[in-house]
């Protein structure tokens, strides 16, 4: 199986922050990469497939970007419906395989 | 606007099968273009891809799971569900459906709301 390893975890930053989490995967997964986000409770819900494509709907303070095998997934400027825990995910080969998570707090 | 539902028994007994379907309604589960799946999350734990099958049948499953697992289609009842069978507490988990695109990508765009299932006797 490829493993996905985040980090921070986790991540404590303030309203207006920029953040930056990453995910690297265990063997090479081209742009098979897509980020969730996810609210206590609730469903994860897309953000980013193929690592930089911006789901629809998804506000453009999202961005992802891939350099070999590690990817990153940044938000520009933090609001308050962003506090979340954010999953990445490979789908290059299954079983499709996610990262263990990133809990974005508030600081 | 396409929308997925979980159902199915929120307890079950240790060794026993969990049965869970998933009903999809605003589209059919019939379109080409995608592949339905499900997902489970341990409580206050991290995302486990069960398996996926395509409308026409030819499920894939998880390695880990597969000895346990079925996942079916029913076109006439635009559903698609869920057997795990000989489950412990470690099935104990949120349980979600979800649509994901059958080519290039593969991302999973529209889930359930997901079911909480509980092993205990």
Not at chain 2, 56 to 78: A, E, H, M
Not at chain 2, 88 to 101: N, Q
Request: hydrophobic residues 30%; contains cysteine; neutral net charge.
């Amino acid at each position: 199986d490829i493993q996905m390893t985040q980090s921070p975890s986790p991540l404590s930053a303030s309203v207006g922050d920029r953040v930056t989490i990453t995910c690297r995967a265990s063997q090479t997964i081209s742009t098979y990469l897509n980020w969730y986000q996810q609210k206590p409770g609730k469903a994860p819900k897309l953000l980013i497939y193929a690592a930089s494509s911006l789901h629809s709907g998804v506000p453009s303070r999202f961005s992802g970007s891939a350099s070999g095998t590690d990817f990153t997934l940044s938000i520009s400027s933090l609001q308050p419906e962003d506090f979340a825990t954010y999953y990445c995910q490979q789908t290059y080969s299954t079983p499709y395989t996610f990262g263990q998570g990133t809990k974005l707090e508030i600081k | 606007q396409l929308q997925l539902q979980e159902s199915g028994p929120g307890l079950v007994k240790p060794s026993e099968t969990l049965s869970l379907t998933c009903t999809v309604s605003g589209g059919s589960i019939s379109d080409s273009t995608y592949f339905w799946g499900w997902i489970r999350q341990p409580p206050g734990k991290g995302l486990e891809w069960i398996g996926s099958i395509y409308y026409s049948g030819s499920p894939d499953y998880n390695p880990s799971l597969t000895s346990r697992v079925t996942i079916s289609v029913d076109t006439s009842k635009n559903q698609f569900s869920l057997k795990l069978s000989s489950v412990t507490a470690a099935d104990t988990a949120v349980y979600y459906c979800a649509r994901h695109l059958g080519s290039w990508s593969y991302y999973f765009d529209c889930w359930g709301q997901g079911k909480l299932v509980t092993v205990s006797s």
